[in-house]
């Protein structure tokens, strides 16, 4: 892994690890009354929850001082990161605390940050959230601080597929995570599927997070059959033809970015279909479907290539 970050989690479990970072900062550590304050939807009640906060500045360990509150329950009154690195005069410290005890049980995360230290500022701050699943997966969660200048190939595990989530801040560097490239100027978070291939990292970047969920056989993939009907009209077969279901699909059929007709399936099942029949006026040429698996949000834009009209389709 990274130099610099540390593994804090690194097992098979029935769960998935989900990456939840707050709003983009900085936050100026100028006085106690001026705190830090957000909220993160974690959605089903996670069996463990990591918080990572960062900070970057030019004060000295011992000069900084802070309380962190989660959900009004005080985690830390001291400030003790367990990871530190200097990048061009400036220090930056990861502080890393379990805080399963004060989310268990509900669906949102509140956190606040009270600090004091006169040129040192909250840089990002974060969730690492496990919540259960109906299958097992390898979950490797790594937590820290690293410079990257140039290039770095990070390692994921070849066999099946993986589910990679990254957060940092970039200064024009970019990531590469299969077939998708993405260039990060500041605060970054991204999730990407990676079926084969590596996660590419070039340029100026530092990061703060790394989680990798690995699972067995093939990864879901929504597939789209588009049959014409009478005018305006198309008849839809959407179906999975990964080894794992996938939640709360969306469909919306585009003419440029105006959304013209749209369909909500609550799951699709390894191998099921679902048909539809959904309005298409003139100029819709492209589908986008937005699905959730193991927590993640994926999207994808299918254009429309009408399969020719037969005697079957118009049942």
């Given amino acids: 892994m990274l130099p610099g970050l540390e593994s804090y989690i690194d097992e098979e479990r029935s769960e998935y690890a989900l990456l939840a970072v707050g709003p983009q900062y900085p936050h100026v550590c100028t006085s106690f009354d001026y705190p830090a304050r957000y909220t993160v939807d974690i959605g089903e009640s996670p069996e463990k929850s990591l918080l990572f906060v960062v900070l970057r500045g030019r004060n000295r360990v011992e000069d900084i001082s802070w309380r962190v509150y989660v959900n009004e329950v005080k985690v830390s009154r001291v400030f003790k990161p367990q990871h530190s690195l200097v990048v061009r005069g400036d220090a930056h410290y990861v502080y890393v605390v379990d805080v399963s005890p004060a989310i268990r049980g509900v669906k949102t995360a509140e956190v606040v940050i009270k600090c004091h230290a006169s040129d040192t500022q909250i840089e990002s701050t974060g969730f690492v959230l496990l919540s259960p699943e109906e299958f097992k997966s390898k979950v490797s969660v790594y937590i820290g601080i690293s410079r990257i200048e140039s290039n770095y190939e990070l390692r994921v595990p070849s066999q099946g597929f993986s589910v990679v989530s990254i957060a940092g801040r970039g200064e024009g560097g ?26 590419s990292i070039g340029g100026l970047i530092n990061l703060y997070a790394v989680v990798i969920n690995t699972y067995a056989g093939r990864p879901p993939e929504v597939v789209l059959d588009i049959h014409p009907l009478e005018v305006e009209r198309v008849k839809l077969t959407i179906s999975n033809s990964g080894d794992y279901s996938i939640k709360n699909t969306e469909l919306r059929l585009l003419r440029g970015t105006q959304t013209i007709s749209k369909l909500t399936i609550k799951s699709i099942k390894p191998r099921e279909e679902t048909s539809i029949v959904l309005d298409r006026r003139p100029g819709a040429t492209m589908a986008k479907v937005t699905y959730e698996f193991s927590g993640h949000i994926f999207t994808k834009t299918i254009p429309l290539e009408l399969t020719e009209k037969s005697p079957q389709s118009t049942q």
Avoid: D, T
């Avoid at 995570?177 to 590596?198: A, D, P, Q, V």
């Fill in 174 to 199: 970019a990531v590469s995570i299969g077939s998708s490239i993405r260039k990060f100027n500041g605060l970054f978070e991204l999730s990407e599927l990676l079926s084969g291939g590596s996660v």
